[in-house]
Structures are given as structure tokens and as C-alpha cells.
């Protein structure tokens, strides 16, 4: 049965306490937590939401968005802040916007920035745990900057991808990439100094930023080179999937651009 209005809704969450968006069983997710919200908001009436694609347990999101079907005529004002009013503090409901029932949000065009935030040397206080990863020796922090670069353009990311599918397409592009001091995320807990780690694309494989950090990581550490990294981004590389992956409470899915 079909449904009568179609909305886009854009929000906020900290990811530290969930297993990522998709439902699973004896999981507790983000989907979970929006339509658990949505049926108070709602009462009785229906409604189906379809997230704009997967995050991994502990993401958090600057942006994030959904698209809601329902019989109902949202009014936005009023529907956002019943949906706020609702929601766990680690939610927060910033935008709607109505679109046409044949609006695909997956399929819609897009921009996606991802940010992974990082320090290291000493220990950071616990309460940065769900918002940035430490690491506990030094790193070449002008090595990192330079092999990041090198993630830019049009490459081969076979090596950069956990349980490809048959249909998978390695062949991505990366718009930008950089390593910088963080001045984006600040708080009186965090430690002097942090980066960031950005990234703007289209669309990622599966743990491919978290792949793309850890490699960096080593490449900061002394264990890799810039020759490697670029190496293993050619269509010939030996294929073989990276086995290091950076933890995922640090990566945060700070903005998406769509095209309506």
C-alpha cells in the first residue's frame, strides 16, 4: 500500500551507544531509536523511513538524513520539535524538507565529507572517548599530511574495502583529502592539540575511511611509505585487503550535500 506524502529529514547523533543505523536483532541502532521516536510523534498513523545509507557501530553524525513516508501533512515547525522533544539527548532533528514520492535518497546524487578525529602522545581524557581516537606513540604528522594527498583523485580501492560483494566497484574518487589541526571539534576536554582527518566523495566502501586512517596511522608511525600507499592504490596492487582498521567512535559523518 502506498503512502501519501514523502519527507527528507535531516539530524544529528552522537553514535557511541549504538551498533550503527541498520536494524539488527538484540542490537540497539540509530533506525531503531528514529522510528522508536516516530511512533510517539505519530500515534497511530503510518509511516517507513530508509536512512541515507549505513553507519558503523559508535559513528556519530554532524549530518545525517533520512526520507519518511507517511499519510500525514508534516507542518515543519511544529513536527520538529515534537520530534526533539522526543528524541534521546543524542539526537537532535534540524531540517525537513517535502519531496516528490519518487525521490530516491539512496540513489540521489550526493557529497558525503567524513572527518576522523585523532591526537596523539599522552592519554586523553576519558570523556573524548566517543569523539576522538588516541594514539599512544609519536607520528609524523607532515608524512601524514603529504601520503593523504595521495588518496585524492581517481584510484583502485580493492585493498581499502572489508567483504566486497561480487557487484562491488573499487574504482572510486576521492574529491578531497587532507590531514589538518582540528579546529572544527573543541572542547576543555580534549587534548592541546588534535587533527582531523577529511574526506569528500561521492560515496565509500565498506570501513574504506577507517582503512584509509589506519594506513595513515602506520605511514605516521614509520611502518609504511608514501610509495606504498600510492602503490597500493593502482589497479594492480596484489589485492589483498588491509587488515588494520582505525576504531570507529572517531569517525563522524560531519555533512551531506544532495541534489534535489
Not at 22 to 28: M, P
Not at 127 to 140: G, Q, S, T, Y
Not at 232 to 253: F, T, V
Request: proline residues 3%.
Amino acid at each position: 500500500m502506498k503512502y501519501s506524502f514523502s519527507y527528507v529529514i535531516f539530524l544529528q547523533f552522537l553514535g557511541f551507544r549504538f551498533s550503527g543505523w541498520q536494524k539488527q536483532t538484540n542490537a540497539k541502532t540509530v533506525h531503531d531509536m528514529v522510528d522508536k521516536t516516530l511512533s510517539f510523534v505519530f500515534d497511530n498513523e503510518r509511516y517507513k523511513t530508509i536512512g541515507v545509507g549505513r553507519t558503523d557501530a559508535k559513528v556519530s553524525a554532524n549530518t545525517y538524513c533520512f526520507q519518511l513516508f507517511t499519510d500525514v501533512v508534516v507542518e515543519e515547525k511544529v513536527f520538529l520539535k515534537e520530534l526533539n522533544s522526543n528524541f534521546s539527548p543524542d539526537f537532535k532533528a534540524t531540517s525537513i524538507r517535502k519531496v516528490s514520492l519518487g525521490y530516491n535518497l539512496i540513489n540521489a546524487p550526493k557529497l558525503k565529507e567524513y572527518h576522523y578525529y585523532f591526537s596523539f602522545g599522552e592519554k586523553n581524557h576519558p570523556f573524548a572517548a566517543p569523539f576522538m581516537i588516541n594514539i599512544d606513540v609519536d607520528l609524523d604528522i607532515d608524512l601524514m599530511m603529504e601520503a593523504a594527498k595521495l588518496f585524492e583523485g581517481t584510484h583502485y580501492f580493492n585493498k581499502y574495502c572489508t567483504k566486497p560483494s561480487a557487484n562491488t566497484v573499487f574504482k572510486r574518487s576521492i574529491d578531497s583529502c587532507e590531514v589538518s589541526l582540528n579546529d572544527v571539534l573543541v572542547a576543555n576536554f580534549f587534548p592541546q592539540q588534535s587533527y582531523i582527518l577529511k574526506v569528500k566523495g561521492k560515496g565509500f566502501l565498506r570501513y574504506q575511511i577507517r582503512l584509509m586512517m589506519a594506513t595513515l596511522f602506520e605511514v605516521g608511525k614509520g611502518n609504511l611509505t608514501l610509495a606504498y600507499v600510492a602503490n597500493s592504490l593502482q589497479e594492480g596492487n596484489d589485492g589483498k585487503p588491509l587488515r588494520n582498521i582505525a576504531p570507529a567512535s572517531g569517525l563522524q559523518l560531519y555533512n551531506i550535500e544532495l541534489v534535489f
